[in-house]
């Protein structure tokens, strides 16, 4: 299906939602404006204790940055999801969320700020599941750079405005994705995620 045959729907500035995408259906998350990042994170829909795995993924891609043609793995290193299109081509799957005390430790400041981590624990908590289970983010649109040395810096996302990426989900998920709130990240700027299953 052409992406503009899609029915989209809206996650909001520094929100996040949570939905099941069953097997052979296809999640599309795309840019409303430009450079926004959407931190994905999924859960096998009939037992919470299999879940996305960074580590996994990246060692059986033997790629850190994955895009069109690359799976998505899971701790038991089944196939949750594969990329089938990419029209922005650089992601990160090496962060994990950002979280209200990585503000803390980061900026050294001790006040409130809202999150991925904690609007995908909102998203999932309906479900039972608890805030630890959430480990490291497919980051969509998510740009780090990683230098010869293993440094790593984030840099603006290389999404521009209708950028979209469709995942295939190959077991029965259940899904968290957010718009996320963290300023470095999105250019010190916050828009809308949009995002269609099909
Ligand atoms: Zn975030």
């Not at 033997?62 to 081509?89: A, P, W």
């Not at 999150?115 to 497919?138: M, R, V, W």
Request: overall charge negative; proline content about 2%; glycine content about 6%.
């Amino acid at each position: 299906m052409q992406k503009t045959q899609k029915q989209f729907n809206t996650i909001l500035k520094q929100r996040g939602v949570s939905f099941q995408l069953l097997r052979g259906q296809t999640l599309t998350v795309t840019e409303v404006e430009a450079a926004q990042v959407s931190d994905l994170f999924c859960f096998n829909l009939h037992d919470f204790s299999e879940s996305l795995s960074s580590g996994r993924s990246i060692d059986y891609n033997d790629q850190i940055f994955l895009t069109s043609g690359h799976s998505l793995y899971s701790n038991r290193s089944e196939v949750m999801l594969k990329i089938i299109e990419d029209t922005c081509g650089r992601h990160d799957f090496l962060m994990t969320p950002c979280s209200l005390k990585m503000f803390q430790i980061v900026a050294n400041n001790s006040e409130y700020h809202p999150s991925c981590h904690e609007n995908l624990a909102k998203s999932f908590a309906a479900y039972g599941i608890s805030p630890d289970q959430i480990s490291t983010t497919f980051n969509i649109f998510m740009n780090v750079q990683v230098a010869p040395d293993g440094a790593i810096r984030i840099n603006a996302s290389k999404a521009k405005k209708g950028d979209w990426v469709t995942f295939k989900a190959e077991m029965d998920l259940l899904i968290g994705l957010t718009a996320c709130s963290h300023e470095e990240t999105n250019q010190f700027k916050f828009s809308e995620i949009g995002y269609a299953i099909s």
